[in-house]
């Protein structure tokens, strides 16, 4: 992901386009640049909210790497609102066929849609219009009562602040779940996934908290996890002392900071041997001296 260009339709909800504009530019604020760019059919574009907006005529160059995201707009029903023209539907339809990712947020789905990016895939919308778009799209899978759903390249999220999340999976695809978490600690949002399951990483599972401190040292943990950790230097990094730190990680986590750093070891392990390590290769390579301590901590805890 490098570019990413939000389509601009007449009648879009402000929060549609700015939570995940906010994301990506702080995910530039953090050392991830993500240059955005905002087309629509006219140069005015009106909003729901009374904002009125400015949008280029022209589309940037693309390449593959780059994303291209519809946010939402207000109307009770998707026949006849969230007007694209012809050359803009099938400009989305081309850079997905290039190899591009294209998303949308809430009734945005409904221009994919119109675009022929559905047909097949699973997809999702806000929960008011999520029957009406199966109806209207019936070759699409729709999947009801969750955040966002990806197939092919092809992401679509359910209404309004889950472009957020969208936007903070997509940051953590690109870069890994530590700059997300890192993403959602700026923002001050929690850093889910899908709404029907857990977080597929431990350093989200856990950074759904406001604590500062825990976060700082959460921060050191998942920077460098495969080293030995000392409960003095990660309470020192906190401002605290150890006692303090154990129990304000503990609150804020469910967790001790040896059984976060555990985790995200057996975590690291797993996918090494899932991809052909030996369990005693994988040991070394996240930490352990040698396999027992990882074949007992793999009993014990569950990898989602």
């Known amino acids: 992901m490098s570019r990413v260009v939000f389509v601009l339709v007449p009648g879009l909800h402000l929060l549609d386009l700015a939570g995940p504009a906010q994301v990506f530019s702080t995910a530039a604020d953090v050392g991830h640049d993500h240059p955005l760019s905002y087309v629509a059919d006219q140069p005015d574009v009106a909003t729901h909210q009374g904002v009125g907006l400015r949008a280029e005529t022209s ?47 809430c009734a945005g789905a409904d221009a994919l849609g119109r675009a022929g990016l559905l047909d097949g895939r699973r997809c999702t919308t806000h929960h008011d219009v999520q029957d009406e778009l199966a109806r209207r799209y019936p070759r699409a899978q729709l999947i009801p009562d969750v955040l966002y759903v990806e197939d092919d390249r092809v992401v679509t999220s359910a209404g309004i602040a889950s472009g957020i999340d969208l936007a903070l999976h997509l940051i953590a695809v690109a870069h890994g779940p530590a700059v997300a978490a890192r993403v959602a600690r700026q923002m001050v949002v929690y850093a ?35 080293e030995p950790l ?6 020192a990094a906190a401002g605290v002392s150890e006692r303090t730190l154990t129990r304000r990680f503990e609150a804020a986590t469910g967790q001790t900071p040896l059984r976060y750093q555990q985790l995200l070891r057996v975590e690291r392990a797993e996918h090494l041997i899932g991809h052909g390590a030996t369990v005693e290769a994988a040991a070394r390579a996240v930490g352990f001296g040698d396999a027992r301590m990882l074949r007992r901590l793999r009993s014990r805890v569950p990898v989602i």
């Open 230 to 235: 000392p409960l003095t230097e990660l309470a």
């Open 192 to 226: 889910r996934r899908n709404g029907h399951e857990q977080q597929s990483s431990a350093m989200l599972r856990h950074r759904a908290h406001l604590s500062d401190a825990v976060h700082r040292v959460q921060d050191r943990i998942d920077a460098g996890f495969t």
């Open 59 to 105: 589309w940037p160059e693309l390449t593959p790497a780059d994303l291209v995201v519809v946010p939402g707009w207000r109307s009770p029903h998707l026949a006849g609102s969230g007007h694209l023209e012809r050359r803009t539907l099938d400009r989305i339809a081309a850079h997905h066929a290039a190899g591009g990712t294209v998303a949308s947020i």
